[in-house]
């Protein structure tokens, strides 16, 4: 699968300012900063289009980009981000609550964890919280240019166990590593015929 097109829609902190339109989803999660920007700019090829921070917590709503006409990639807030006021947090985590307990066009949900460190308990809470609504998902390990074969292998079994998964793609947003195997992933989930 390759994609052709792609360009930001709109921002949404409501469900009744999602998209009305049946296209189907796929929904990028994981705590902040954890490079959701980065994997939705190397997959689109569109360098730019979800903007990246240093900061952690710098998305607070949901945002919907409109791939190939056809689908759209969503880009959650990011959760367990300490410096922002508990008040914030509990609306973040309502406004993600609503979008994956309610939309029917969501296909399926990355959840990208942190190769460098074991997954932690807000992982843990996402991810049991995915399976629990049966969500589709598949968890994506990260920055995994910044560490060796070896600690990786570690980090893939350690994310196995610790989120009770079998299906963990490692990502480079450097290197472009795990790419194709994520794009394929979202081909299954929304059915695509291959191209």
């Given at each position: 699968?390759?994609?052709?097109?792609?360009?930001?829609?709109?921002?949404?902190?409501?469900?009744?300012?999602?998209?009305?339109?049946?296209?189907?989803?796929?929904?990028?999660?994981?705590?902040?900063?954890?490079?959701?920007?980065?994997?939705?700019?190397?997959l689109t090829e569109a360098h730019g289009l979800a903007r990246t921070s240093s900061s952690?917590?710098?998305?607070?709503?949901?945002?919907?980009?409109?791939?190939?006409?056809?689908?759209?990639?969503?880009?959650?807030?990011?959760?367990?981000?300490?410096?922002?006021?508990?008040?914030?947090?509990?609306?973040?985590?309502?406004?993600?609550?609503?979008?994956?307990?309610?939309?029917?066009?969501?296909?399926?949900?990355?959840?990208?964890?942190?190769?460098?460190?074991?997954?932690?308990?807000?992982?843990?809470?996402?991810?049991?919280?995915?399976?629990?609504?049966?969500?589709?998902?598949?968890?994506?390990?990260?920055?995994?240019?910044?560490?060796?074969?070896?600690?990786?292998?570690?980090?893939?079994?350690?994310?196995?166990?610790?989120?009770?998964?079998?299906?963990?793609?490692?990502?480079?947003?450097?290197?472009?590593?795990?790419?194709?195997?994520?794009?394929?992933?979202?081909?299954?989930?929304?059915?695509?015929?291959?191209?």
């Amino acid at each position: 699968m390759k994609i052709s097109s792609a360009r930001f829609v709109k921002s949404a902190t409501r469900p009744a300012e999602f998209p009305r339109d049946k296209r189907p989803e796929i929904a990028f999660c994981g705590r902040s900063n954890i490079g959701k920007s980065s994997l939705l700019n190397t997959l689109t090829e569109a360098h730019g289009l979800a903007r990246t921070s240093s900061s952690p917590g710098r998305t607070q709503t949901i945002n919907f980009f409109l791939i190939d006409d056809r689908m759209y990639f969503v880009d959650l807030p990011g959760y367990g981000y300490a410096k922002v006021p508990k008040a914030v947090k509990k609306d973040w985590g309502t406004m993600i609550e609503d979008y994956l307990r309610n939309r029917d066009q969501l296909k399926l949900a990355l959840m990208l964890v942190d190769s460098r460190m074991p997954p932690t308990d807000s992982d843990t809470t996402m991810k049991k919280w995915l399976d629990h609504y049966r969500i589709p998902n598949a968890v994506v390990l990260t920055k995994t240019d910044k560490i060796s074969r070896n600690q990786l292998s570690q980090a893939l079994r350690t994310s196995a166990q610790t989120l009770n998964t079998k299906e963990i793609i490692p990502f480079s947003a450097v290197t472009g590593s795990g790419k194709d195997t994520i794009l394929t992933r979202i081909r299954a989930a929304i059915d695509i015929t291959p191209q």
